[in-house]
């Protein structure tokens, strides 16, 4: 709708201009009270990454305009960006459900699904979409994203072929191809495509970090060396992947295997768990790892999680990040769901179940969740036991996560062990024990 305020449209174009600070100022000053003035306060905030302010003015909007398309697309944008993809996912619903024919509403929606770590139901409408005959990178990069995450590394690499076939620039597509290509074409391949992603215009600096972290863990310490010198020492930003792959090195087993998949390699991880016993999951959220552990596992899985997000904010996310609003996700015959806090259901579920620790996935993030696991399972794991972590290495608070509660019960509880499994591109790490508290696989 044309502005014909002079203050709104003069803040219109700061805002396309990404002018956000000196927008706000002229709205907060001058601009005449009403809706208009709300949704560009809205985005001017929004542009100047304030995601609360901006749903705080864009709610306003939606109260006075419920069926206002612009408003719902900020409502799910701003959502998104302030790192809540719960409730972005109704707001791009109801907007998918208002403005059926609105142009890539469902690139949108399965963008947001995605997030939402509900990849079928990305498939699904990005399918949808390409059989319509809707075109599109986005929807493309969305499909192959979502077969990335569910594991289906050749689909996610044929949607990355075709991606880069419309257009051979896209970064974001070579990246993400890379880390697919690990399994099935090797690393030389994967190597290959990462550099090519630094190589596209606006490429992420963050691709010459998993470059430089997947040469030190391949070995090819040279090269490695040079990337770093030219990439990473002048842009520290990207040195949390690299330190974290160096931090891994004096541990590397002689089978050390690198995946770009988490469904890979959870299932190598859970073949190398030799210890009879019980197979563990911390931090279950949709049950997409889940759903590999019980397929691979051959007996019966335990998945533990809260299904209310992260217990304290964590990076740039807030507490409750990654909720399901408490749905839980339907599983296999074999997996049994615990729901609650860790330390309420963990204690429980162990004086029921004894006996030693197969395998444990700890995929809750946070240092705190992380420790609460450890100390209750330390009497139970044992030397051939498994322990993968989700988020040990590349977050930039990757020294006081997991990498730390690992660390800190290595040390309190004489843990000799191995890192046999990596994946830079998902940033998880598989721990193989090879001693604990005195006793060893031959002890
Ligand atoms: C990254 S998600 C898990 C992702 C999942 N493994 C998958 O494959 O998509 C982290 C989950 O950990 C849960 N969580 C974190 N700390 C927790 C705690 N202390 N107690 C219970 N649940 C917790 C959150 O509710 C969230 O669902």
Known sequence: MPLTDPVLSEARALIDARRYRIALRRLRQDAPEGTERHRLLGLAHLGHREPDKALAHFR??????????????HLGQAHQTANAPFPAVRWFERLARLAPGLPGIRALLAGAYRRDARYHDALA????????????????????????????????LKSFEALLAEDPEHAAGWFGSHAQAMHGLGPDEALRRLRRATRCGGANGKYWAYLCATLLLLGRADEAR??????????PKHRPLVDGALALLPDL??????????????????????VPGLVLE???????SLDHLAEAAGQEVHGFDSFEGLPEGWVNAPRGVLTTGRQLPAVRANARLHVGWFEDSLPPFLAAHPGPVRFVNVDSDIYASARTVLAALAGRLMPGSVVVFDEYIGNR???EDEYRAFQEFAAGHAVGYEYFAVSPFTKQVAVRILSIGGKTATA
């Open 397 to 399: 608070s990757w020294r």
């Open 226 to 235: 040079a990337v770093e010198a030219a990439h990473i020492v002048p842009a």
């Open 60 to 73: 306003r909007v939606a109260a006075e305009r419920p069926d206002d398309p612009d408003a719902l697309l």
């Open 282 to 288: 911390f931090g279950v959220r949709r049950g997409t």
């Open 253 to 274: 087993a002689a089978d050390l295997r690198l995946f770009g998949s988490s469904g890979r390699l959870l299932r190598h991880a859970l073949t190398e768990a030799t």
């Open 125 to 156: 409408t990005t399918r949808t979409a390409l059989a319509d005959g809707e075109r599109g990178i986005d929807l493309l990069f969305e499909a192959a994203t979502s077969e990335a995450c569910l594991g289906r590394d050749s689909d996610a």
